[in-house]
């Protein structure tokens, strides 16, 4: 790490608070997806509103620390506490414009497993599984991806295809198989960031974070991956993104971990 | 709470339980089916923090039909992992879910039909896996999961069975609904003057429910909105011993089979500590008539 002044989380929370537009409607899940929502809406997405599937829709992010999206603080001050269902009813009609996904295992299409590694059969690993993801791949509008960038995570072929993003990477494939919403629109690593075509298909490397090259990203990452012509550097988080992320994870739980 | 376990979770269950995700997990109802040695269970759930990796890790679970199962703050759930991978202390069958398909499940099952259609799961290979899920006219066709028993956790409930929660709900109506029975636990046991006095917050029919157990603190360490704060550090802690089939074995045995109650369990987690103070209590809602 070139710059000691922020943590690899820390940027990839940053990163991915920059996904998020105003007025957007955000599937938010767990963990880091969380802190980028709270960054989002405390500076340039104050109209973005967030969708938990416990059954909870919020504006303002929680003033408390969040453990999980459950968490009491993450209800008082909620626009609306409900069922799963009706969460997923918003998603399925197409009103979740961007949601986020953890993955444990990525291929070049953005097809994510987060059950089994191995046959699933006789698995080396089981992993703990869907959750919401399988519904937020196939229902909302683009999603986004966060992980550790390992050569063991970003493969050539995922053991399980537990999130669908482009299929088989051929144009069109979501439409084919019916798929409502738009898929994966970016990988963001510790290393970098991937992105995907509009209509779909393999993901490019389009920046490195500060203080990671190139070829670093290639050696990590189990395909042979696609190199945008001019490779940017990702903008390191602004003192404002950390402060807002430390201000929502003073303990660094999520962003300094052990 | 013995009795409620003896009497309506038998070997050999399908039940649901943490049906709110992470919220309102009924720990002290999960304790004691372990505690029973209950045998061949089918556990039913959504995302399911660390109560199901306990009771996998304890031998009492034949298969899960689930959309997630791990220790939700802290990652992987290692029994669970152990169970999958080498069959310790015993194989365990998978049906996998993602969250909406298994309220869908249920609903199906509330509706007392086959299955229920859904466009999610397209190109996911939980269709190849579980053999609930079929494809045909475009769609995903979600059979229909019936629990035996649904056990909730709630804020408050009177003798007859009517349970008000609050907070997100998840998956829990449509479990409730398509249980046979429905056993409720509680932090407060309230006169029924007060559940009657707000009839849209009963989350199910008093028809379907068997038993209320009294039981203040019962979801520990999940938290419950306007009573306890979720105890991350314990979650922590139990992902950290749960490491090897030992270490569970040892915590087991401190914070399960050798509790000599959930009094002296309380008391050892200090639960006072996670205790909400900063109330804030809804408007009351009229339902005069005349």
Redesign the interface.
């Known amino acids: 790490m070139s710059n000691p002044t922020y943590t690899p989380q820390e940027l990839m929370v940053a990163v991915a608070s920059r996904e998020i537009r105003d007025r957007d409607l955000v599937f938010v899940g ?1 963990r880091l997806p969380i802190l980028a929502y709270a960054v989002a809406r405390n500076a340039h997405a104050p109209s973005a509103r967030g969708l ?5 829709m919020r504006d303002q992010p929680a003033t408390g620390f969040l ?6 603080p993450n ?2 001050g909620a626009l609306w ?5 009706n969460a ?1 009813a918003l998603m ?1 009609q197409g009103h979740v414009d961007l949601g986020f996904i953890g993955g444990a295992e990525v291929d070049r299409f953005g097809n994510l497993n987060t ?1 089994y590694v191995g046959d ?1 059969a ?14 937020i ?3 909302s509008r683009r999603w986004v991806t966060l992980m550790n960038h390992e050569r063991r995570r970003l493969v050539e072929k995922v053991s ?5 993003g482009h ?1 088989d990477g051929t144009p069109g494939w ?1 439409e084919l ?4 919403g738009g898929g994966p629109a970016a990988i963001i690593t510790t290393l970098c960031v991937l992105r995907f075509p509009e209509q779909g298909g393999e993901a490019h490397l389009a920046s490195v974070h500060p203080g990671h090259t190139v070829d670093e990203v290639r050696v990590q990452t189990g395909w042979d991956l696609k190199v945008a012509d001019h490779v940017a550097e990702t903008p390191p988080p602004s003192d404002s993104e950390l402060a807002a992320i430390r201000r929502f994870d003073p303990d660094g ?1 999520w962003t300094r971990p052990a | 709470m013995a009795e409620a376990i003896t009497r309506f979770v038998p070997d050999g269950s399908t039940v649901a339980i943490g049906t709110s995700l992470e919220p309102l997990i009924p720990f002290a109802a999960g304790h004691e089916i372990i505690r029973q040695q209950r045998r061949d269970l089918e556990l039913v759930g959504p995302i399911s923090d660390a109560l199901f990796d306990q009771r996998i890790g304890a031998g009492c679970v034949r298969r899960v039909t689930v959309a997630w199962v791990g220790n939700v703050s802290e990652g992987l759930g290692h029994c669970y992992r152990r169970a999958c991978e080498q069959g310790i202390p015993r194989a365990l069958e998978v049906h996998d879910h993602s969250n909406f398909s298994i309220s869908l499940a249920l609903w199906a099952a509330a509706w007392n039909v086959p299955n229920l259609p859904t466009r999610t799961l397209l190109g996911s290979d939980i269709l190849n896996t579980n053999p609930n899920l079929s494809l045909g006219f475009g769609v995903v066709h979600v059979g229909a999961v019936r629990p035996d028993v649904a056990v909730i956790h709630v804020q408050r409930a009177d003798a007859m069975g009517r349970a008000h929660a609050w907070g997100p709900l998840g998956i829990t109506e449509e479990a409730g609904l398509a249980a046979d029975k429905v056993i409720v636990t509680c932090e407060e046991l309230v006169d029924v003057d007060v559940t009657l006095s707000d009839p849209n917050r009963i989350l199910l029919p008093e028809t379907k429910v068997v038993a209320v157990v009294h039981e203040p603190g019962g979801a520990h360490p999940s938290p419950v909105q306007g009573y306890f704060k979720r105890d991350h550090g314990f979650y922590r802690e139990y992902a950290e011993q749960s490491r090897t089939a030992e270490g569970f074995a040892a915590w087991l045995k401190t914070w399960v089979l050798e509790m000599p109650d959930r009094a002296t369990y309380l008391k050892r987690v200090d639960v006072e500590s996670l205790r909400i103070h900063h109330h804030q209590f809804s408007a009351p809602a009229d339902f005069g008539d005349e």
């Not at chain 1, 506490?81 to 269902?85: F, K, Y």
């Not at chain 1, 399980?160 to 669908?164: C, L, M, Q, Y």
Request: no cysteine.
């Open positions: 767990m938990f599937e416990v059954g909870l453990g999980t999206m459950g968490d009491p209800v008082a506490a409900t069922r799963m269902s997923m399925a059950s699933h006789k698995p080396t690993v089981k992993l703990p599984g869907s959750g919401g993801g399988a519904d791949a196939v229902l399980f295809v537990t999130s669908p299929g979501r198989h019916g798929l409502p739980f």
